[in-house]
């Protein structure tokens, strides 16, 4: 790794003889860069992870693209008509039962919490993703940001070096990137589609890192002279863009999972979303404030119970492992791993075995920073037709998840004269699953 | 509570029907002079600093990017710099509205303003837009093409694309057609009356959504409309109401077709079912058609503030990026106009003019206040925006980037033949260059209200092999193999420069980037391209300054 004083070129004398056209300017850049290399490094190390007391709160969400099944999941009902052929199981939380599909998260209930109420009532897969991304109903003449991008904006620092919203997903059905909107492109997503690396993140072997960097801070003494006597948000956008761009490469590595050991590697494992959510680990660990992993494609309005076993197993494995892991380097207590997608399954099952759309009573989970592990709020009616008792929607969950990480869920957002709270007007955290 | 609501509410209408009965400067004062009146005025009221004028290589270069669309090419920035300067600055603004660039820049400035919040790049809607700005088609009479235009008229059908588009969200279509063409939010007001702006009542949100409640699609994805249907909503004390076909300031238009019996209704109820699953059959037409209302009422000389201001303040936010209604969407009695009787005395004029938007882009590029230079070298803290007594600097449109990237970065001396060819040879030349920023379009953000360079702007410029391969290729019609030929590094930094920033480099700017070249002598090719790629990412080319 380039040190500090050279790190506009490779080679030391090229430093030295340019150090004149450098000034100032290289110098400050190089200062900030050298600190989050110095952060990287550290945290490379488990036990140092641990030690460093971290104050960044962070959240991986696990979106279960397509819409999984409650009862499959989080809100079994065996024994009923619509219950299916699936059993329930006891966790490590007294009084909660989750469905048999999920043996490895049943021995992790402690850290977890289940809302099972959810009335969101919208069941189509656009509207319904965009509701619970949002936690508000589309406006029109307004774009809402996403949770990835309000957490990215609340919890990151504005000079990241390291990306502070990733999006990944599995399947090449239910790729939502993920949105920004009014907060602006600065919080927009870092999505990877068909590969493991975001795109643009490395140098082509056609430019060299001499003139890759030189270049950089021929810009940088070109910016200077033009930034000096000119006030404008805008304008420093662009130069906060720029300046990230020689931290965000070296944080590439963060996505390359042969950098972990092979014992942690196995733990994970070789199937896909596993090794996202690992992924997903190293960058929380490095100051990632969202990652978004999602896993599709659980739309099965057929052969909902093999559909189920298969995606289930897959879960149950990535997320236990990951709590886990995270617990273990003393990241969960500020890690938020949350379940969710754009509604739940239908307690009828219908002709091809499978079960429709349905956003009128189902769950979701939230586990680790904030949450009051092993707990459960609401309750759906014995057969899960609708919810008996504590009736939410998407905006009590969406300020669930803001106050879980400590972020005020009514600071309201200035849009021209129209102020916006974070969550949607008048909604209220769930307090009973909570810390 | 009420009471007091309702005073406001005929104030602000009083203020309506006076618009241009107050005492304003004469209609035929130059436009230009009007301007700097106004602007002037506030500013020497409340004793405010001005920024200097800007120099001729920023003048030419904001200019050519307002009305081009483009940076301007060293060709047209020497002849600019060598020209009389006490008449070049009309001339050039003439002749770039004459210019087939204004064409292009103005079709894509309305249509990043139409397609509003979404970023569709729809085809035929782009064709309709240059179709109508190659005549400088009124404003009005645009607006009356995308709400209410002839389907059977190849252009105006692709006009009513703007509500083909809505056309399933009557949210969508009722609060765009606010924002886009009045200038007026009132989304807040569709659950309950507006919290901070006593103008709107739930009354105009549901007044507006009459005109457009009735408004389907076809199979044929015709638009259609309903033969009868209202609007009903809830106020916020639980009572259920009707809606009026009510414009923004309150006149209603009535709906004069008789009742409709049972029998009618399920007539005209199967017929707009089959036309939705049909697609053979030929639409038919109510004699009440609430678009047409709408754009009648908005049009009418009664009513057409809201019209008129609204294009305005919409096109001097382009011209100085910020609105004298800001942000230019909340145009109501709580966020009044920085400069009232200069909005009125355009809107005036525009009216008059037969809503001649050249005409009012014209005026604003002759004005004092739009060559103000946006450097603010003082001590104390810059004036408040509003005043425009410094200019804003403006991020370029992803087609002005695009389109400056490609114009940066051609072989300077190409430029020179157009000087003297005929106007036709250009505008090929022009609309080639148009569809090769098609492929750049997509990589940059679209400029507005919470406007950020996204990271992904800065890794693609670092790390995208397009860069390479594209902009800094070294043939020989590219600037970078122009730049080699050059023995001279002094000339080839001259040459880069006036190539992309329009301007020479500083003394500073000279000293160290000759060092740095010095310094790579052993591989100069290298060091030329890490130079103009250092140019090309720079706010400098970034903004319009």
Redesign the interface.
Same mark, same amino acid.
């Given at each position: 790794m380039a040190q500090p004083g050279s790190i506009f070129c490779g080679s030391a004398d090229h430093g030295l003889s340019r150090r004149g056209f450098l000034g100032a300017a290289g110098a400050a850049t190089a200062g900030t860069f050298a600190a989050d290399m110095t952060r990287l490094d550290g945290l490379k190390n488990p036990l140092l992870a641990g030690q460093v007391k971290r104050q960044q709160k962070s959240v991986i969400l696990l979106w279960l693209a397509g819409g999984a099944s409650q009862f499959e999941t989080w809100d079994p009902k065996p024994g009923q008509s619509t219950g299916g052929p699936y059993s329930k199981i006891k966790t490590s939380a007294n009084d909660v039962h989750i469905s048999e599909l999920l043996p490895k998260m049943a021995q992790r209930m402690n850290h977890t919490a289940i809302i099972r109420s959810i009335n969101s009532k919208i069941g189509d897969h656009g509207g319904g993703a965009s509701l619970m991304e949002t936690g508000r109903v589309k406006d029109p003449g307004l774009i809402y940001p996403d949770i990835g991008a309000i957490a990215a904006r609340e919890l990151g620092r504005a000079d990241s070096q390291v990306p502070d919203y990733v999006s990944m997903y599995t399947s090449t059905e239910g790729r939502r990137k993920g949105t920004s909107g009014f907060l602006g492109a600065r919080y927009a997503p870092m999505f990877l589609s068909d590969k493991q690396i975001p795109d643009n993140m490395r140098r082509l072997e056609a430019i060299s890192d001499v003139d890759h960097k030189d270049r950089a801070a021929l810009r940088d003494l070109l910016s200077k002279r033009f930034t000096k006597a000119r006030h404008s948000e805008k304008i420093n956008s662009h130069t906060t863009a720029y300046s990230r761009v020689h931290g965000l490469m070296s944080s590439e590595k963060l996505f390359d999972i042969e950098q972990e050991p092979e014992s942690v590697r196995a733990k994970y494992g070789p199937r896909q979303f596993a090794q996202q959510c690992l992924i997903a680990r190293r960058l929380v660990e490095a100051g990632t404030p969202f990652v978004k992993v999602a896993r599709a494609w659980w739309d099965s309005h057929g052969q909902n119970f093999e559909t189920h076993r298969e995606l289930c197993a897959d879960l149950d494995h990535a997320m236990s492992t990951l709590l886990d892991d995270l617990e273990e380097r003393g990241l969960l207590e500020n890690t938020l791993v949350v379940t969710l997608g754009e509604f739940g399954r239908t307690p009828k099952i219908n002709a091809s075995l499978g079960r429709d759309h349905f956003a009128n009573a189902w769950s979701c989970s939230l586990s680790g920073c904030g949450v009051r592990g092993g707990s459960f709020y609401g309750k759906t009616e014995p057969e899960g037709n609708t919810v008996a008792d504590g009736e939410v929607g998407a905006a009590e969950v969406f300020a669930t998840i803001l106050e879980a990480l400590g972020i005020d869920h009514e600071k309201e957002y200035m849009i021209g004269s129209r102020p916006i709270p974070l969550s949607d007007f008048g909604a209220k955290p769930i307090k009973e699953v909570l810390a | 509570m009420f009471r007091a609501c309702l005073t406001v509410a005929t104030t602000f209408l009083c203020a309506q029907v006076s618009l241009y009965a107050t005492d304003l400067l004469p209609a035929d004062q130059p436009m230009e002079s009007v301007i700097d009146h106004y602007v002037d005025d506030l500013i020497k009221t409340n004793d405010v600093q001005t920024a200097s004028q800007i120099d001729e290589h920023i003048l030419i270069r904001r200019l050519t990017l307002d009305l081009a669309g483009r940076i301007p090419t060293t060709a047209e920035l020497h002849a600019f710099v060598s020209a009389d300067p006490a008449t070049r600055r009309a001339k050039l603004v003439d002749k770039l509205l004459a210019s087939p660039d204004f064409i292009d820049h103005h079709r894509n400035e309305l249509q990043v303003l139409l397609e509003y919040?979404d970023r569709r790049n729809d085809k035929d809607f782009r064709n309709y837009l240059l179709w109508a700005t190659e005549q400088n088609r009124p404003w009005n009479t645009m607006f009356r093409d995308m709400l209410a235009g002839d389907e059977n008229d190849e252009y105006q059908k692709a006009a009513l694309q703007f509500v083909r588009h809505r056309a399933k *969200?009557l $949210? $969508?279509l009722? %609060?765009?057609t606010a924002?886009l063409f009045f200038g007026v %939010?009132v989304?807040?007001a569709k659950c309950h009356d507006h919290p901070?702006?006593e103008d709107w009542k739930q009354d105009h949100y549901y007044g507006m959504q009459s005109f457009f409640s009735r408004t389907f699609l076809t199979k044929k994805q015709s638009l259609g409309e309903k033969f009868y249907g209202d609007v009903k909503f809830t106020t916020t004390s639980g009572v259920e109401k009707q809606a009026q076909f009510m414009f923004l300031n309150g006149s209603v238009v009535k709906d004069d077709t008789p009742e409709l019996d049972d029998d009618s209704r399920k007539k005209y109820d199967a017929l707009v079912k089959k036309l939705q699953q049909d697609d053979k059959i030929e639409v038919s037409y109510p004699e009440f058609r609430p678009r047409e209302r709408l754009v009648e009422t908005a049009s009418h000389k009664d009513n057409d503030a809201f019209l008129a201001r609204n294009i305005v303040n919409r096109i001097w936010h382009r011209m100085t990026g910020r609105g004298i209604v800001d @942000?230019p969407?909340?145009l109501h009695s709580?966020?009044s106009p920085s400069h009232p009787e200069l909005l009125d005395w355009l809107a005036r004029d525009t009216v008059e003019n037969g809503y001649d938007l050249k005409r009012l882009i014209r005026g604003i590029a002759l004005s004092r206040i739009y060559s103000r230079s *946006? &450097?603010? %070298?003082s001590a104390a803290a810059?004036p408040s925006p509003h005043y425009f007594a410094v200019a /804003? @600097?403006? @991020?370029l449109s992803p087609r002005q980037y695009a389109m400056s990237l490609l114009v940066a970065t051609r072989n300077p001396p190409h430029w020179e033949q157009w000087l003297t060819k005929p106007a036709e040879d250009w505008k090929k030349e022009r609309t080639n260059l148009e569809n090769a920023t098609n492929n750049w379009d997509d990589a940059f &953000?679209i @400029?507005g &209200? %919470?406007?950020? #360079?996204? #990271?992904?702007?800065?890794?693609?410029f670092?790390?995208?092999?397009r860069i390479?391969n594209d902009l800094l290729r070294d043939s020989g019609d590219r600037l970078v193999g122009h730049l080699k030929k050059l023995d001279d590094p002094e000339a080839a930094l001259s040459a880069a420069f006036e190539a992309v920033n329009s301007r020479q480099p500083?003394d500073? &700017?000279r000293k160290? /980037?000759i060092?740095?070249l010095e *310094?790579?002598r052993e591989d100069s090719p290298?060091?030329i391209?890490?130079?103009v790629?250092?140019?090309l990412?720079?706010?400098?080319l970034?903004?319009n300054?």
């Open positions: - | 919040p *969200s $949210d $969508d009722t %609060n765009d924002v %939010n989304s807040c901070l702006v @942000p969407d909340q709580e966020n *946006s &450097e603010w %070298n810059p /804003i @600097p403006r @991020p &953000e @400029p &209200e %919470n406007f950020q #360079v996204a #990271v992904d702007e800065a890794l693609f670092s790390n995208n092999n390479d500083t500073d &700017e160290a /980037i060092e740095y *310094s790579r290298a060091a391209k890490q130079v790629w250092a140019l990412t720079g706010p400098e970034r903004f300054h």
